[in-house]
């Protein structure tokens, strides 16, 4: 029944009549026809195993993934993917200014992490941070007016890339490990108070050798923090790639005492399974595990890095033909019949829509006042005044 509705379609596509209509009437008859009688509700998938530390057995190697979850991936993906390019444009165009670290490549790290936790969870990563404060509940218009400076960004214009935060959502950090300890202290929190939350710390693998992190995961372990220690792992700290960097790339083996996994990094199905099972160990009182997710940016380090003095273009070309993770999922959803390639190029066409008007409001929103300079400095206080560059000028600080 199937085909032969399938090839009535067809002929109806290749008449003169939808040729004289570009075909988007009839189109639209497919795509809709397809979305009321055809598509599978959801479908099983495998997927690769982790690498365990300290574990009996690791996450499933199957999962299932309905229809609806598929598109709301396909399109968070899409959307930071498209996100990150306009960045790219804004700052080449001298809109955006300063340090802008860009996250396409590592889009199923941020999504899958976010499909595996809850709202009321708590999140913190280093400065390349733009897709986790998309999926931790950001418009895209507040993370471009962000980093454009403005008034109507999610920092009210003053964070910049590094910068950005929401509710349980505690940047973008511009120290380079610095915010390990931090998450520590939101686990330390969330066990104090007795919330059945975790936190999730999220570094590189630059800064996966650092004292501090060290020093976080003994007092993590002896104090059983709900704590998710989570090494964004793309192979390549700043320039240096991390067989030159590091003794051991083994990053989940770092915690040594801690239990760890590693992870597909490029498969959002991979990171939200391993992202559950870490959730459920934390929230089980066992303490905190460590995630090492394999992953890799197509950017430079930062703007600043054209990204192949120290790699090859076609290293680059290998990962986006072989491993892309929006690539792997349309394919998955495609060939399982959850979506077809019209409705996911519709998805496409909006995306790239809502990124041009984010994008216009980011270039044309006034930029925060200078009285308003030392504003937000403390949550929920009383106003007072700060002393600015000279001891004359006062400026006053209101939450």
């Known amino acids: 029944m199937r085909k032969m509705l399938l090839a009535v379609l067809s002929r109806v596509l290749q008449s003169p009549a939808a040729a004289a209509a570009g075909g988007k009437t009839a189109s639209r008859v497919m795509v809709a026809s397809r979305n009321y009688a055809d598509f599978a509700n959801e479908a099983t998938f495998e997927i690769k195993k982790c690498d365990l530390h300290r574990l009996e057995e690791g996450p499933s190697t199957t999962t299932v993934m309905t229809r609806e979850e598929g598109l ?19 700052y080449k165009q001298k809109i955006i200014r300063g340090f802008c670290h860009l996250y396409d490549g590592q889009e199923a790290c941020c999504v899958g992490l976010e499909a595996a936790i809850k709202p009321t ?22 993370i471009l007016a962000e980093l454009t400076g403005r008034k109507g960004g999610c920092a009210k214009g003053k964070g910049g890339s590094m910068h950005m ?3 349980n959502f505690y ?3 511009g120290i380079v490990g610095a915010q390990v300890p931090l998450g520590a202290g939101v686990a330390l929190a969330c066990k104090y108070f007795g919330k059945n939350e975790i936190c999730l710390t999220l570094y590189g693998d630059g800064a996966a050798n650092q004292g501090q992190i060290f020093e976080t995961y003994n007092m993590a372990a002896l104090w059983k923090l709900p704590c998710i220690f989570i090494c ?54 066992k303490g905190p595990i460590v995630m090492e997710l394999q992953t890799y940016r197509y950017h430079g380090h930062s703007m600043s890095d ?19 993770p929006i690539t792997l999922l349309k394919d998955r959803m495609v060939n399982n019949n959850l979506a077809s390639i019209e409705e996911l190029k519709d998805i496409d066409v909006a995306v790239r829509k809502e990124i041009e008007e984010a994008a216009q409001f980011a270039t044309t929103d006034p930029e925060p006042p200078l009285e308003e300079l030392c504003n937000h ?6 106003p007072f005044e700060v002393r600015g560059a000279n001891q004359w000028t006062r400026y006053k600080s209101a939450s």
Do not use: W
């Open 72 to 90: 709301q991936y396909y399109k968070t993906m899409q959307t930071i993917r498209r996100m990150e390019l306009k960045s790219d444009q804004l």
């Open 121 to 142: 969870d708590h999140v913190i990563t280093a400065y390349r941070a733009h897709g986790f404060t998309y999926t931790r509940g950001v418009p895209v218009r507040e």
């Open 165 to 167: 935060y929401t509710k």
């Open 171 to 173: 940047g973008g950090n």
């Open 232 to 285: 964004e792992n793309n192979r390549y700290g700043m320039g240096t790639s991390v067989e030159r960097a590091a003794a051991s790339t083994e990053y989940y083996r770092r915690g040594d005492f801690i239990p760890g996994l590693r992870v597909d990094g490029m498969d959002v199905l991979c990171v939200r399974e391993a992202g559950k099972f870490a959730a459920e160990y934390c929230r089980s009182g």
């Open 306 to 324: 054209p990204g192949i003095s120290y790699r090859t273009r076609e290293e680059i070309q290998e990962v986006r033909s072989k491993s892309d």
């Open 377 to 382: 400095i403390y949550f929920n206080e009383p």
